[in-house]
């Protein structure tokens, strides 16, 4: 399995591939870079079909959360880890005390925190084996749920592309189409409501889906249809990919906001939008109010003003890059991987 060779390889600083024979751990953690802080990144748990899709999944996604962290000005590099593991039959309190146990000696140069296949009770079974665990409730919070504060910053991100795009500061009567309305889409298409935007929702779970858009008075498609919609805004909160090339050249949007990672199926589509004249809303400066959440609560000084004025700083980091973007002619997603990595690889 070539790892310096590898398509993902992106010169990451630290790659630990870690089993534990006794709980059957099979787990890889990656330090994508740790310049400005340790790095953090969630713990996915997924039955890869082999090590080597494991390997391209953790050196991916690590990467991103280095871009991510440093636009969101966070003191944290960017890391992840992968278990290989089905999260509905191989998860055990054993496991995940191993993965702890693996997380721990890194020493810190590695915090962990949920992804898909983990939840807020794996964390704490990893937390009995280490300190270096995000995404638990502390500062006398209910839960360690990310979701609303990554919500409350799309809907910031989306202000700013709004203004940008279609110059206007007030989002009554605006239209949003949201693709799926699970933990982040639910609560975005509240904030929207509240703003006085009409909504159309799509997902895949009808029950949830007809719920919701009683609740905040929209209208629904079906998911094959979404892209479709006659809106202004296009939010893909669902899976990745969601901005193929069949559905940027279907879109009636002229802005494309929402919280799901890696929405370009390609980084060609990038191109693809902005030559139809929408402003793509570049994911992971979109989505990083969950992670300055967590990284807030590492803090003593935890306050939640100064964490929503912290996310709300995404609108201010939107508007530098689309000006950028504007002034230079190149896409908001090239601009946005190139003032990353002058955060984090500073020249010299
Ligand atoms: P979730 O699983 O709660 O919600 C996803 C929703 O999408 C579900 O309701 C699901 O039924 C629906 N869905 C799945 N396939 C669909 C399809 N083809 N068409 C329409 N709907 C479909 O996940 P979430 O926590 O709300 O996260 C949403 C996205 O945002 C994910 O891509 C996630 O990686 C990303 N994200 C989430 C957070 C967070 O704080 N939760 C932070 C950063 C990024």
Redesign the pocket.
């Known amino acids: 399995m070539p790892v310096f060779d590898h398509p993902e390889f992106d010169h990451h600083q630290q790659i630990v591939f870690g089993s534990d024979e006794a709980s059957g751990l099979r787990a890889i953690i990656a330090l994508h870079d740790t310049t400005r802080g340790p790095a953090l990144g969630g713990l996915r748990i997924y039955p890869y079909a082999s090590d080597a899709e494991a390997l391209t999944d953790v050196l991916r996604l690590s990467r991103g959360m280095s871009y991510k962290s440093a636009l969101a000005d966070l003191p944290l590099g960017g890391g992840k880890a992968v278990i290989i593991a089905d999260p509905r039959r191989d998860k055990t309190p054993e496991l995940l005390r191993a993965m702890g146990r693996l997380v721990d000696s890194l020493g810190g140069a590695y915090i962990t925190a949920e992804d898909?296949g983990t939840s807020e009770a794996d964390m704490r079974h990893i937390a009995e084996a280490t300190d270096h665990v995000g995404g638990l409730p502390r500062h006398g919070q209910a839960s360690g749920d990310?979701?609303p504060?990554?919500a409350w910053g799309v809907f910031c991100a989306l202000k700013s592309a709004v203004r940008h795009r279609l110059g206007r500061d007030d989002l009554a009567g605006l239209r949003v189409a949201i693709?799926?309305?699970?933990?982040?889409?639910a609560h975005l298409a509240k904030h929207l409501h509240e703003a006085g935007a009409r909504l159309v929702l799509?997902?895949?779970?009808s029950a949830?889906l007809s719920r919701l858009a009683e609740e905040v008075g929209a209208e629904t498609v079906a998911?094959e249809a979404?892209a479709d919609a006659e809106v202004d805004v296009f939010a893909p909160?669902?899976?990745?990919a969601a901005l193929s090339a069949d559905v940027v050249e279907r879109l009636r949007a002229r802005v494309v906001c929402g919280?799901?990672?890696n929405q370009l199926a390609t980084p060609e589509m990038a191109e693809r939008l902005m030559a139809r004249g929408i402003l793509y809303t570049p994911d992971y400066v979109a989505?990083a109010?969950?992670?300055i959440e967590i990284a807030w609560q590492r803090r003593d000084d935890y306050a939640r003003d100064d964490v929503m004025a912290h996310i709300e700083g995404i609108g201010a980091t939107l508007d530098e890059i689309f000006a950028r973007a504007e002034r230079t002619g190149q896409s908001p997603a090239t601009v946005a991987d190139d003032l990353a990595r002058e955060r984090f690889r500073p020249a010299g």
């Open positions: 898909s990310p979701s504060f990554t693709q799926g309305v699970g933990h982040v889409g799509t997902d895949v779970d949830a998911p979404i909160c669902a899976l990745g919280a799901a990672n989505n109010g969950g992670v």
